[in-house]
């Protein structure tokens, strides 16, 4: 990302992980960010950080009939709007037989239906000034159906063809949206999985503000792109057979 | 005054992201997004008033966005937009006396005048500014030391303030000269009565004198007694060559040349090409060398045609030719156009002017286009022309040159501060408070913030300009 790319951004889900981490580069390239996150002694530290750049803003996505108010103070408080990053995620650990109508909603509500109330008011802003850029994080689990985590893939899926579908409804107003798919990072999300080799949320962060303008689906790595081409094109009876 | 008052100001809107637009100022050197309101009522602007007051959130006041800088921007505002208040209401054809809604155009008053017989007394630049943007910055043309300023020639006009509701102001009225000329921080200007000037011909005839030295300049300004209207262009890669330009109106009868179809040029320049697209081509030109080169062209071809006993011209086209142009300064793109525009008392200007463009050709960030215009003071609170000159240079800004550019302003303004400066907030998007102050004076400020305490007692009224320069808070 250009030094002064964006002046003023919202991280939604900005206190742990890869949030915390873009509000972090975000506001060492200059921009006032708009923090949103539920844990607001976290966003504290941030705001700490980086006085006069980051705006603690302590909400819940779930609470949809806030999500305009919401906005409007991050709008407010900011003073312009460039960027808008939804990161907010969650991915409980989920047995291989369990089916908790409880675990699942709550992915469906924070993964997508949050990133949709969210998403919606920021295009009919951007719409209307005709310029912004939308950030999806998204996940490569997204991309197939897995035995491990059917809800949470679904979640992820879902955001991308919403995420699509606003692309293809936002690109001649001059409005770019991004998709990014990373895989496994070292975060709160997945530290019960004790994924190995998983990259850095600080070089995650790094790449998914490079790759913020591109207005199309991005993988975190070149390899990433390859191996999950070829993860979709393998038949459904083949696919439930590999222990992924 | 025939305004009626139906509304509930009880109930505060909540702004709707859907009505955000992003405005830029005129030269693309500032930007803003806020909330656009569309004023067709009066009931609007005080229900604006009422909004901003429950919401807390201020209000900005937007004409045709002609400014170069930020006087009209205010991030995150409601934007009041008064294109749509832009009704010319009646024209009296004994007086000659112009009702026009603040939104209303130079250009919708001069198209629906020029038939009769009557001109503006003082037009701008460009016929693209609204008459509230004519009162607020209390504009000057080239007519300037014959007619003075826009707010001169008012009979009265009506204002819509949160402070003191809907009044009419004549300019014996104490505060008139603080409205006039006030940047539209006291108030919503809702119509005015203009005295129009009366006409028999359409036509100027127009003189051009190229210079090759500044005292060459000054000396054809000061001794010119009987035109009407004086401008001088100069060539900014090459100090002192110039041209001036005097016109004088026509006084023989030719009412055919008061039609608009005589008025309004072809849409066409050389080589058939549409003048509306004429910015991609200038685009070639917009670097150093394009306009060094330019620029001595323009001069040559003047040096060809000295005093020749000049050329009618319409008055449209004498007087605002670049708005036949449209979009010409998105020439300047992807960079934006940064203008600087001062007043330098008569006696400071030969020395001024010259050490502008010295210092400017050494950071090598030549204006483009600089015009020089002579002045008389001008009667507003925040007056901002002085008995002297006027100049404006035209700097392109890049990526690249910003922080050069910014320094070179720097210099520029204490040069300016250091021959008794006075600046146009029009074109202002970098003055700083304490520029403002010497500028303006303390005591006008004050006065001004009195005004303001009384107008608009909450602050409901802002602009990214004003909060810059600290000017409009209430003591």
């Known amino acids: 990302m250009r030094q002064g790319a964006y002046k003023f951004a919202i991280v939604v889900g900005a206190s742990s992980g890869i949030g915390?981490?873009?509000?972090?580069?975000?506001?060492?390239?200059?921009?006032?960010?708009?923090?949103?996150?539920r844990r607001g002694d976290r966003l504290q530290v941030l705001a700490k950080e980086y006085p006069n750049r980051v705006i603690p803003i302590v909400a819940d996505v779930l609470k949809f009939d806030d999500t305009a108010e919401v906005f409007l103070r991050c709008t407010d408080a900011l003073g312009g709007l460039d960027l808008v990053i939804y990161n907010s995620g969650i991915m409980p650990d989920v047995a291989p037989t369990e089916f908790n109508f409880s675990k699942d909603h709550a992915m469906i509500e924070t993964n997508l239906s949050g990133a949709i109330a969210w998403l919606n008011v920021t295009a009919e802003r951007f719409l209307s000034s005709r310029r912004g850029t939308i950030v999806v994080i998204g996940s490569v689990a997204g991309d197939r159906g897995r035995r491990g985590q059917p809800v949470y893939n679904a979640s992820k899926a879902g955001l991308h063809?919403?995420?699509?579908?606003?692309?293809?409804?936002?690109?001649?107003?001059?409005?770019?949206?991004?998709?990014?798919?990373?895989?496994?990072?070292?975060?709160?999300?997945?530290?019960?999985?004790?994924?190995?080799?998983?990259?850095?949320?600080?070089?995650?962060?790094?790449?998914?503000?490079?790759?913020?303008?591109?207005?199309?689906?991005?993988?975190?790595?070149?390899?990433?792109?390859?191996?999950?081409?070829?993860?979709?094109?393998i038949p459904s009876w083949i696919f439930r057979w590999i222990p992924i | 005054m025939d305004i009626s008052l139906d509304t509930d100001l009880s109930k505060a809107e909540i702004p709707d992201p859907a009505s955000v637009q992003t405005d830029w100022g005129f030269g693309y050197s500032c930007v803003a997004e806020s909330y656009h309101r569309s004023v067709t009522s009066v009931d609007d602007v005080l229900r604006a008033f009422a909004d901003a007051k429950a919401s807390g959130r201020p209000i900005v006041l937007r004409g045709n966005g002609r400014s170069y800088g930020d006087v009209s921007l205010q991030p995150e505002a409601i934007s009041l937009d008064l294109t749509r208040w832009n009704?010319?209401?009646?024209?009296?054809?004994?007086?000659?006396?112009?009702?026009?809604?603040?939104?209303?155009?130079?250009?919708?008053?001069w198209r629906f005048a020029l038939p009769d017989g009557w001109w503006l007394p003082v037009v701008s630049g460009t016929m693209l500014t609204t008459l509230a943007g004519a009162l607020s910055a209390n504009i000057h043309g080239k007519n300037n030391v014959q007619s003075g300023t826009f707010g001169e020639h008012i009979d009265w006009l009506e204002i819509a303030s949160p402070g003191r509701g809907l009044e009419r102001i004549t300019p014996d009225h104490p505060d008139f000269w603080t409205i006039v000329g006030g940047w539209g921080q006291l108030g919503f200007i809702l119509r005015a009565a203009i005295r129009m000037k009366k006409?028999?011909?359409?036509?100027?005839?127009?003189?051009?004198?190229?210079?090759?030295?500044?005292?060459?300049?000054?000396?054809?300004?000061?001794?010119?007694?009987?035109?009407?209207?004086?401008?001088?262009?100069?060539?900014?890669?090459?100090?002192?060559?110039?041209?001036?330009?005097?016109?004088?109106?026509?006084?023989?009868?030719?009412?055919?040349?008061?039609?608009?179809?005589?008025?309004?040029?072809?849409?066409?320049?050389?080589?058939?090409?549409?003048?509306?697209?004429?910015?991609?081509?200038?685009?070639?030109?917009?670097?150093?060398?394009?306009?060094?080169?330019?620029?001595?062209?323009?001069?040559?071809?003047?040096v060809k045609r000295p005093?020749?006993?000049?050329?009618?011209?319409?008055?449209?086209?004498?007087?605002?030719?670049?708005?036949?142009?449209?979009?010409?300064?998105?020439?300047?793109?992807?960079?934006?156009?940064?203008?600087?525009?001062?007043?330098?008392?008569?006696?400071?200007?030969?020395?001024?002017?010259?050490?502008?463009?010295?210092?400017?050709?050494?950071?090598?960030?030549?204006?483009?286009?600089?015009?020089?215009?002579?002045?008389?003071?001008?009667?507003?609170?925040?007056?901002?022309?002085c008995d002297g000159y006027s100049i404006a240079l035209d700097f392109h800004q890049t990526r690249r040159?910003?922080?050069?550019?910014?320094?070179?302003?720097?210099?520029?303004?204490?040069?300016?501060?250091?021959?008794g400066a006075k600046f146009y907030m029009a074109k202002d998007s970098f003055l700083l408070p304490e520029d403002a102050r010497k500028s303006f004076g303390s005591e006008a400020i004050n006065q001004f913030r009195w005004a303001k305490s009384r107008f608009d007692p909450d602050n409901l009224i802002t602009s990214s300009l004003f909060r810059r320069l600290e000017i409009a808070d209430n003591p």
């Open chain 1, 20 to 37: 915390a981490e873009l509000v972090r580069q975000l506001a060492e390239s200059g921009c006032r960010v708009a923090a949103v996150a």
């Open chain 2, 87 to 109: 009704a010319v209401e009646s024209l009296d054809p004994e007086t000659g006396v112009l009702v026009a809604r603040s939104g209303a155009r130079l250009e919708d008053i």
């Open chain 1, 161 to 233: 063809a919403y995420a699509e579908a606003l692309r293809n409804r936002l690109s001649r107003s001059g409005v770019r949206v991004t998709t990014i798919k990373p895989g496994p990072v070292a975060t709160d999300l997945v530290a019960h999985l004790g994924f190995r080799g998983a990259m850095p949320a600080r070089q995650a962060a790094e790449i998914i503000l490079a790759k913020s303008g591109r207005g199309s689906e991005q993988y975190l790595k070149i390899s990433h792109r390859v191996i999950f081409a070829t993860i979709r094109l």
């Open chain 2, 307 to 385: 005093g020749d006993g000049g050329r009618m011209l319409p008055l449209v086209a004498y007087h605002f030719p670049l708005d036949f142009v449209p979009e010409w300064q998105r020439a300047y793109r992807p960079g934006a156009l940064v203008q600087f525009q001062v007043g330098i008392p008569r006696e400071a200007a030969p020395a001024a002017f010259p050490a502008f463009l010295r210092a400017a050709q050494r950071a090598k960030l030549e204006p483009y286009l600089v015009v020089v215009k002579v002045h008389r003071p001008d009667p507003s609170l925040l007056s901002y022309l």
């Open chain 2, 401 to 419: 040159n910003q922080p050069r550019l910014r320094e070179l302003l720097r210099e520029l303004t204490d040069l300016s501060h250091a021959h």
């Open chain 2, 199 to 302: 006409l028999t011909s359409g036509s100027v005839l127009v003189t051009d004198y190229p210079t090759e030295t500044w005292d060459q300049l000054f000396a054809l300004f000061e001794n010119d007694h009987d035109s009407d209207y004086q401008v001088a262009w100069m060539d900014g890669f090459r100090s002192g060559k110039g041209i001036y330009t005097n016109a004088k109106t026509i006084s023989a009868d030719e009412p055919a040349s008061l039609r608009t179809s005589y008025q309004v040029p072809s849409d066409r320049m050389a080589l058939r090409i549409r003048k509306d697209q004429a910015h991609k081509f200038l685009r070639w030109f917009t670097n150093r060398p394009g306009m060094k080169f330019l620029s001595g062209l323009k001069w040559l071809a003047a």
